[in-house]
């Protein structure tokens, strides 16, 4: 087993980000991938315990993380978003985790034979769900935006309340049961809580106002921020435990509805770290796992109950707290299936099982492998079932995967009617309106009209269809600006953008030395080298590749003033030439060109 701490954390890092990788290149879900490898390479082959090696700093390091995950989270709920979802949002948050924590509590006692005090802080723990598992998944499974938006905002809010359940059940087991506390000691509890929300938002609030104002330098503001994140979780979790999670919640939320642009800037900072924190958090929790917690699993009082938790509990307790609510019966279906757990409901566990056990209640000591049991179940069947039923029930994004092209003119509009004919889901930007108009005059109806920088556009526009984006206005650097800025979301490979203007009049072209999109097409093919060809009457032809007619075939026979656009490969998704790849192109795929009138 290592115990070399350095290299302890050496491979932590590999191993989570290995898997984040393993499960982007084969589609599967991400928490399902870092389970596993964690399991492996934890309980059952021995390599590692970071727990044990880690030691007294083990339990800080995860708190540290989880906090700083669910401030990235709670940044992202603006109220925009749920504009026209607001009684879904608070019912599920409020009834919803009532429901999920009196029907847990109950099948705790009835189903896996706790005790009534345990069973009800496990009860309590388990309505979490949390951005930890949410948020990969959803990225994953690419569902549609009000479904979406829900998991999202339960799975942040309800994280640090389903912790703040079990502290209270536990506060008033000691009260009821022990009488170990006195009712000033349970009044502290709320008192820390509202305290915990009101340091939240009070220093959401002057992080927010200072970056208004420019009281924060731009090289600090990522490092302040995350070490004020630290503050607000650590000064109400040590005057009571779980606290913090309220409060790094709160400060979030504070901040995601003060439109600061600066929270925007930092983004995708945030996004990386977050992952980053995720994948090393997954494999520490599971390797620190031990092999007879994995096989006490099996028992069947463990197995029943996660069975009643997946298929019984939460379906009940969404369907019913979401009645006469603005969410379809398909969308009720499948918010309440999705609820993963993840690194709250295992840290806050190992917590209590220690502490209730010191209290005397021997049966808390299975509350780590309950707790692992559900979290592994969900994880891994919510994870690979999320896409399939989405799609089933008609509330995932278009299955084929389309393109969004910024920027209104004769060379967009033709190439999103081609796109369009060849059935690819296709949307136009456009931030003029007498361009967006020039679109629907030809044809081609499906046309955005606002900035596609703005903050605005972000709550308005759904991009969850499209997986690649074309920059293709007539300017240089406005393409570059769209092509950096959306890289994060698309991914550097699926963001596409003109060629750069030539140097002919001996300017010097500052952006060929900057970041920006993949360079479409062939080299020096910019804006007006395509404009002038539709101008000359050329105009966009697909043609299908067989065993007997290959790409090269279809390449010899284009002209010299021929432009080859895209691919579309047989199972729907688009390929675009660029002046760096060299595509291939596969019997039964379809070549778009843009083409002579005599070749078409």
């Known amino acids: 087993m290592l115990d070399s701490t350095l290299f302890l954390f050496m491979m932590i890092g590999l191993l989570g980000i290995g898997s984040q990788w393993i499960a982007w290149r084969f589609q599967w879900p991400s928490i399902v991938v870092m389970s596993v490898v964690g399991l492996l390479a934890g309980p059952i082959f021995g390599f590692m315990n970071p727990e044990e090696t880690f030691a007294g700093v083990y339990e800080p390091i995860i708190s540290i993380a989880v906090a700083i995950i669910l401030f990235e989270g709670s940044l992202k709920l603006s109220f925009r978003e749920i504009k026209g979802l607001e009684r879904s949002v608070v019912r599920i948050v409020t009834l919803g985790a009532f429901l999920g924590w009196i029907l847990g509590s109950f099948t705790a006692h009835y189903v896996a034979g706790l005790s009534w005090a345990v069973s009800f802080v496990i009860g309590g723990l388990l309505i979490v769900t949390g951005p930890t598992v949410v948020l990969p998944m959803l990225r994953q499974a690419k569902l549609k935006p009000r479904p979406a938006s829900i998991l999202k905002w339960e799975g942040i809010i309800v994280d640090p309340l389903g912790a703040l359940l079990a502290v209270f059940s536990y506060e008033i087991i000691r009260f009821l049961v022990l009488e170990k506390v006195s009712v000033t000691e349970l009044l502290l509890f709320f008192l820390v809580s509202g305290f915990a929300v009101l340091l939240g938002w009070l220093l959401g609030w002057c992080i927010a106002w200072m970056f208004k104002h420019g009281y924060i330098p731009e090289f600090l503001k990522s490092p302040i921020v995350f070490v004020v994140v630290i503050l607000c979780f650590t000064i109400p979790n040590e005057i009571m435990h779980e606290t913090g999670l309220l409060s790094v919640t709160a400060m979030g939320v504070t901040m995601a509805n003060m439109n600061i642009s600066s929270i925007n800037d930092m983004r ?132 084929t995967p389309g393109v969004l092209i910024v920027g209104s003119n004769h060379f967009t509009i033709k190439l999103a009617s081609a796109l369009r004919d060849l059935e690819v889901p296709v949307l136009l930007t456009e931030a003029s309106w007498d361009r967006v108009q020039l679109a629907k005059q030809n044809d081609f109806k499906k046309v955005y009209y606002g900035e596609i920088l703005s903050e605005k556009t972000e709550y308005r526009l759904d991009l969850t269809p499209y997986d690649k984006l074309v920059a293709a206005t007539e300017l240089d650097s406005y393409n570059a600006l769209v092509s950096t800025n959306f890289m994060a979301e698309f991914g550097r490979s699926n963001v596409y953008q003109l060629s750069l203007k030539s140097n002919e009049e001996g300017h010097l072209n500052d952006l060929a030395h900057t970041t920006h999109g993949n360079i479409l097409f062939e080299e020096g093919m910019s804006w007006e080298a395509l404009m002038k060809r539709i101008e000359h009457g050329f105009v966009f032809h697909s043609e299908e590749l067989s065993e007997s007619f290959i790409l090269e075939d279809y390449e010899a026979r284009l002209s010299d003033d021929s432009v080859m656009i895209a691919i579309l490969k047989n199972e729907g998704s688009v390929q675009f030439f660029t002046s760096e790849n060299k595509l291939e192109g596969q019997p039964g795929d379809k070549v778009l060109s843009l083409v002579t009138r005599q070749e078409a």
Request: proline share 2%; aromatic share 10%.
């Open 268 to 399: 995708h900072f945030k996004e990386n770290i977050s992952v980053l924190l995720i994948s090393a958090i997954f494999i520490m929790l599971t390797a620190s796992l031990s092999l007879d917690t994995l096989l006490s699993m099996l028992e069947m009082e463990i197995l029943w109950y996660v069975i009643l938790m997946l298929f019984i509990v939460r379906p009940l307790s969404i369907l019913l707290s979401t009645i006469r609510t603005e969410l379809s019966l398909k969308e009720r279906i499948l918010v309440g299936w999705i609820a993963p757990r993840g690194i709250v409901a295992l840290t806050v566990s190992g917590y209590f099982a220690s502490v209730l056990v010191d209290e005397g209640f021997e049966d808390a000591s299975i509350l780590v492998p309950l707790t692992f049991g559900l979290v592994f179940s969900t994880v891994v069947v919510h994870g690979f079932s999320i896409t399939w039923l989405a799609q089933k029930l008609g509330i995932a994004a278009n299955a």
